[in-house]
């Protein structure tokens, strides 16, 4: 399952996962799949939304909180403590940072673990920095789901 707000490339980083394939477009409702759930970031930034992220992470094997590195936006605090299973904080779009961008980097690690996230991943989803070692480790919390073939029945 992957969470955050609107804007910092949730569905980019599926996509170069290659858990998501397609044309990369805005998600307009929770799109679920057997190898992802994909939230609208409208359902992080508006409050009364928190419900339905929090009913549909038991279906989530592994949860990604994804935060933009040049433009960090706060989760709820200890969000990561009422969401039914491990959760990876994954900052991204980190080829946008530049030496103007000075604390940018630390706000979104700090920001992360004040949701309650203690591993984060630092990763480009566009430029693919990073996402070895985040691919890495969501195979060993899910298995080698990367080498599946679609469409065949598989759990979250």
């Given at each position: 399952?992957?969470i955050?707000?609107?804007?910092?490339?949730?569905?980019?980083?599926l996509d170069?996962?290659?858990?998501?394939?397609?044309?990369v477009r805005?998600?307009?409702?929770?799109?679920?799949?057997?190898?992802?759930?994909?939230?609208p970031?409208?359902?992080?930034?508006?409050p009364?939304?928190?419900n339905?992220?929090?009913?549909?992470?038991?279906?989530?094997?592994?949860?990604?909180?994804v935060?933009?590195?040049l433009?960090?936006?706060?989760?709820?605090s200890?969000?990561s403590?009422?969401?039914?299973a491990?959760?990876?904080g994954?900052i991204?779009k980190?080829?946008?940072?530049?030496?103007?961008?000075?604390g940018?980097?630390?706000?979104a690690?700090?920001?992360?673990k004040?949701?309650?996230v203690?591993e984060v991943?630092?990763?480009?989803?566009?430029?693919?920095?990073?996402?070895?070692?985040?691919?890495?480790?969501?195979?060993?919390?899910?298995?080698n789901?990367?080498?599946?073939?679609?469409?065949?029945?598989?759990?979250?």
């Amino acid at each position: 399952m992957i969470i955050g707000s609107t804007g910092v490339g949730k569905t980019t980083l599926l996509d170069k996962l290659g858990l998501k394939r397609g044309k990369v477009r805005k998600t307009e409702s929770i799109d679920v799949d057997a190898f992802y759930i994909d939230t609208p970031g409208e359902f992080l930034d508006i409050p009364r939304f928190y419900n339905a992220l929090i009913v549909f992470s038991p279906k989530a094997r592994v949860i990604l909180l994804v935060i933009d590195a040049l433009n960090p936006k706060p989760f709820p605090s200890n969000l990561s403590k009422v969401l039914r299973a491990p959760v990876l904080g994954v900052i991204n779009k980190i080829d946008l940072l530049d030496r103007r961008s000075d604390g940018k980097l630390d706000l979104a690690r700090r920001l992360l673990k004040n949701a309650g996230v203690k591993e984060v991943y630092e990763v480009s989803a566009v430029e693919g920095t990073g996402m070895d070692k985040l691919k890495k480790r969501l195979e060993e919390l899910l298995g080698n789901v990367f080498d599946l073939e679609r469409g065949k029945d598989y759990e979250c």
